[in-house]
């Protein structure tokens, strides 16, 4: 009797307690980061965010980043991340193949510097003949768009040797090392650069503005994409993560993103589609 007794109370409490074994943890949500700057560096800035994000939502949150940007489109194809922070024309590639949904942008936009030595003469775009530049991935929008002006100033893609590297400071150290004649870099990666590494080297060029980067989330994750907006545009300097991630990155808060933006970024969007091997 009296271990029927036990058994019947062991019943009772399990039965009482099984609500709150059952409702577990939320799952963290993932952030998916564009590889333009190293892991280290990447990873730290957008700390910042995901603290911020965390708290207000209220949900674990996770960043992550993928070792160069095919991969990293692959990765957004695949669903593998709640949300991600991506190039203008990957994103809007993104959008017209899977549903993401495009939030927010950044307030500074983005655009292609052409860094050079200050010990190597590069005075016009034909001393760059036979020569080595030197940036991120080849799909890359900055990348794409400095190759377009070489081009357009009579350089072809057959003029050149062109030599990935694996983030912007390490283009910048290729430069002053006279490995490479020139690097095609973006605000964002000028601003990463230290002081002795600017003072080695000038802009040869700077291209005009194209869209920044782009915040866009997955139309399967249970996030609220409006309450997600909200909070992104709220993000700026008064906000204590705000000004510490935006004094680390030279951006100066984000915008909404209006559909005639995504659409304007379509030629870049197929030049991309064709660069990554898609149909």
């Not at 600017?198 to 994409?225: C, G, M, Y």
């Not at 909200?230 to 951006?251: C, D, I």
Request: aromatic share 8%; proline share 6%; hydrophobic share 45%.
């Amino acid at each position: 009797m009296k271990n029927l007794c036990n058994s019947m109370l062991c019943l009772i409490l399990v039965l009482f307690l099984l609500p709150s074994i059952t409702q577990a943890e939320p799952a963290p949500l993932r952030i998916g980061i564009l590889p333009t700057l190293s892991p280290r560096l990447l990873l730290k800035n957008y700390e910042y965010v995901r603290r911020y994000l965390a708290r207000e939502l209220r949900q674990p949150m996770i960043l992550g980043t993928a070792t160069d940007f095919k991969a990293f489109q692959n990765q957004t194809m695949a669903d593998q991340y709640d949300v991600i922070v991506t190039a203008a024309h990957l994103g809007r590639l993104a959008q017209r193949e899977k549903g993401w949904l495009p939030l927010a942008t950044y307030q500074q936009a983005n655009r292609a510097l052409l860094l050079v030595s200050n010990n190597l003469p590069i005075h016009s775009v034909q001393d760059l003949r036979g020569k080595t530049i030197t940036s991120l991935d080849p799909i890359a929008l900055v990348v794409i768009q400095g190759r377009q002006w070489l081009s357009d100033k009579g350089l072809r893609q057959i003029d050149y040797h062109y030599v990935n590297a694996p983030g912007f400071t390490s283009a910048a150290h290729a430069v002053v090392q006279q490995e490479a004649a020139m690097a095609i870099i973006s605000p964002a990666g000028y601003k990463q650069l230290s002081e002795a590494l600017r003072n080695e080297t000038h802009i040869f060029q700077t291209l005009p503005e194209v869209p920044a980067l782009l915040w866009l989330v997955n139309p399967k994750s249970p996030i609220d994409p409006v309450r997600l907006k909200a909070l992104l545009l709220k993000f700026n300097a008064t906000v204590p993560e705000g000004r510490q991630f935006f004094e680390l990155t030279g951006y100066e808060g984000l915008h909404e993103v209006s559909g005639e933006e995504m659409q304007a970024l379509d030629s870049y969007a197929d030049e991309v589609k064709v660069l990554l091997g898609r149909k």
